[in-house]
């Protein structure tokens, strides 16, 4: 029998991720908008860490059941960090994923050091309010102009070797990105407290 969670997010592409890692270990992911909970949290926190909390809280608040979200985003090194917590709106309030991608490319134009890492926490509060975290990280390079069509936000220009995270099939970033380390580790922690729903 699967146990449901509600992944606190509108992102579909966040939601598929969560979705085919933690389906074979017996969740069924529904996000909150299928859950009946139509709320945008503002991310106030200062760190990956407090939005993820935010954003869990203000669902399981709403439906004291099982709730997983993450906070992520792009650290660059020559940036000293940026965009980080700010990725979402690194480019402005209204602004796509091109024009993210435009203006961090912009932003390091001239730039010989073009290390980043992408970053991601997540925050599982149980249905019966327990908190845990998982952080997971992805080193890679920013390139000089976005590649592929996969992916979301700044995977276009993120490389991971000699392919951009949008060149990746989903079953290759699922086993390389900071989200698929962050659930792994998300994984490993069900699995020393006996919480896995799959058939063993």
């Excluded at 993820?52 to 809280?57: G, P, R």
């Excluded at 890679?140 to 000699?162: A, Q, R, T, W």
Aim: a negative charge; proline letters at 2%.
């Amino acid at each position: 029998m699967s146990k449901r969670v509600i992944a606190a997010t509108g992102n579909k592409g966040k939601l598929r991720e969560i979705s085919e890692i933690l389906t074979p270990l017996g969740f069924e992911t529904v996000s909150q908008k299928d859950a009946g909970i139509d709320i945008e949290t503002e991310e106030t926190g200062t760190t990956f860490r407090e939005n993820a909390y935010l954003k869990a809280k203000a669902v399981y608040d709403i439906a004291h059941t099982a709730v997983i979200a993450d906070d992520s985003g792009l650290s660059v090194d020559h940036l000293n960090g940026a965009p980080g917590v700010y990725s979402h709106r690194y480019a402005g309030e209204n602004a796509t994923d091109a024009d993210r991608c435009e203006k961090l490319l912009h932003d390091m134009e001239n730039a010989e050091d073009r290390g980043a890492e992408f970053v991601c926490v997540i925050c599982y509060i149980d249905e019966n309010g327990n908190v845990s975290y998982c952080e997971g990280k992805c080193r890679g390079k920013i390139g000089y102009e976005p590649l592929g069509e996969n992916g979301f936000g700044y995977d276009p220009v993120f490389m991971y070797g000699e392919s951009s995270f949008a060149q990746l099939s989903d079953e290759e970033k699922n086993t390389v990105s900071h989200r698929a380390k962050a659930l792994e580790k998300f994984r490993e922690m069900l699995t020393n407290k006996g919480e896995i729903y799959a058939d063993k």
